[in-house]
């Protein structure tokens, strides 16, 4: 168990729809990274925050967007939805500093019909 | 962007013999490294890490070794165990915030 929690496990939708998938950091990080992982693209960036501030910012559609609350957890916004949507999203935390090591949450599974 | 890449996407081994996860990456600027391990149904979870001002290093069982010349990178697990049956990802960074993944290596264990 790394600390990193997220909800919901698994999440069934429609094209078109607005989903919110939610991540609780380890207790002390203050970064938290989104993650796509698709069967055939392999994990890809989404975006990282810091300490309430985006800080980094990768390969995110305009049709998603994220916000880390005061509390340190973050949600991923998926609006918009389309088949290819489709795929496990991963957060991770990590402790202040720069280079320091992701804590990988469970993921939560994506499906949209 | 960034470039990380696998050398085999399977790798098949024998209960008990070595095995040895090889990744290729083209930033020259990266200076942090890691590996990952990720089973069915799981998130990654890190096996080891290595900055760019060692060439090796050692944790129980998996060494990690960097060769910046050719910028490669390798996992090598000893004595390899059912259980290390998974997908490993590398992944570099030159930044410390923005990580990139290779797209994985599978790993079976031959019992």
């Known amino acids: 168990d790394s600390g990193v929690t997220q909800t919901p496990k698994h999440l069934i939708t429609a094209t078109g729809q607005r989903v919110t998938l939610r991540c609780s950091p380890r207790?002390?990080?203050?970064?938290v990274y989104w993650y796509q992982q698709s069967l055939d693209q392999g994990l890809q960036f989404l975006i990282q925050?810091?300490?309430?501030?985006?800080?980094a910012k990768g390969n995110i559609l305009e049709r998603f967007s994220a916000q880390q609350f005061p509390d340190l957890h973050s949600e991923l916004n998926l609006s918009s939805l389309e088949l290819g949507d489709s795929a496990l999203y991963f957060c991770?935390?990590?402790?202040?500093?720069?280079?320091?090591?992701?804590?990988f949450g469970p993921g939560t599974r994506l499906l949209v019909l | 962007g960034e470039s990380v890449g696998l050398h085999l996407p399977t790798l098949s081994v024998q209960e008990g013999d070595n095995s040895i996860i090889n990744c290729a990456y083209s930033?020259?600027?990266?200076?942090?490294f890691i590996w990952y391990k990720q089973e069915s149904g799981k998130g990654p979870q890190f096996i080891i890490d290595?900055?760019?001002?060692?060439d090796k290093r050692q944790g129980q069982r998996v060494t990690v070794l960097l060769n910046k010349t050719v910028k490669h990178l390798s996992l090598q697990i000893a004595a390899t165990q059912p259980g290390d049956s998974a997908v490993y990802f590398c992944?570099?960074?030159?930044?410390?915030?923005?990580?990139?993944f290779g797209t994985g290596t599978s790993l079976t264990v031959i019992p």
């Open positions: 991770a935390s990590s402790a202040p500093g720069t280079g320091e090591t992701q804590y």
């Open positions: 207790s002390g990080d203050l970064s």
């Open positions: 925050y810091y300490n309430g501030e985006e800080r």
């Open positions: 930033n020259s600027a990266s200076d942090y």
């Open positions: 290595i900055r760019s001002n060692m």
């Open positions: 992944a570099e960074s030159d930044t410390g915030n923005q990580f990139y």
